[in-house]
């Protein structure tokens, strides 16, 4: 009789392991919660940078038109003009009726040093509506630098009529155009970076100045 020897026990007899599920550290996220994480946080950067830019620009823009605002300083120049008016030898013509948008920024005479039958130089400047600068001169000398300033070396372009009156266009060295008149040893000048529209404007407007 063949024996048998102890019986191995069979698979479903042996004791099962226990499955030990892994656990993380106490307060740790796993990392595909971590990542998820940081792409929400770089769609979230993302979307706000086109935000922080134009809101950026939009400063900047307001920054700089008020800059530009605080920097045009205007003045009267009745009073300079009237004191031309008073020392000068002949009568002294300024533009005078100019709508609003022409801003006067700057106005000066030396008639405040002149001796009596000495010449005398009126020169108002004006910011224009579309920005650029208008200069108006009136002098009884064709020698004063701000006469000559603008005279010398410019081309003569012909004849504009401003308002029935002639005036002589002028290519100036510096490449604006300039209107003047003649009356006798009187000199009117109107030039600067302005269009031709407003330096005709800023001409048509001339007319003797009260004392």
Known sequence: MTEVGPTSPRPADRPESPVV??????GASSPAVERANRMSAANMIRSLV????????LVAWQAFRASNEETVRTVDPTAT??????????????????????????????????DAGAPVTLE????????EFAGFT???????????????GATDEGTADVS????TRLTTERGETAL??????????????????ELRAVAAAVRPAES
């Open 21 to 26: 599920a892994e656990q993380l550290p106490a």
């Open 164 to 167: 029935g009156e002639p005036w």
């Open 50 to 57: 086109p935000l922080v830019v134009i809101c950026l620009l």
């Open 138 to 152: 009136v002098s009884d000398d064709a020698g004063a630098e701000p006469v000559r300033a603008v005279l010398e």
């Open 81 to 114: 003009v009237r004191l031309a008016a008073e020392r000068a030898g002949y009568e002294v013509q300024a533009p005078a009726g100019l709508p609003e948008d022409y801003r006067p920024t700057s106005a000066r005479t030396d008639a405040g040093f002149a």
């Open 180 to 197: 003047t008149r003649e009356e006798g040893q009187v000199v009117l000048v109107v030039t600067g970076s302005a269009t031709d529209d």
């Open 124 to 131: 108002i400047g004006y910011l224009t509506p579309s920005g």
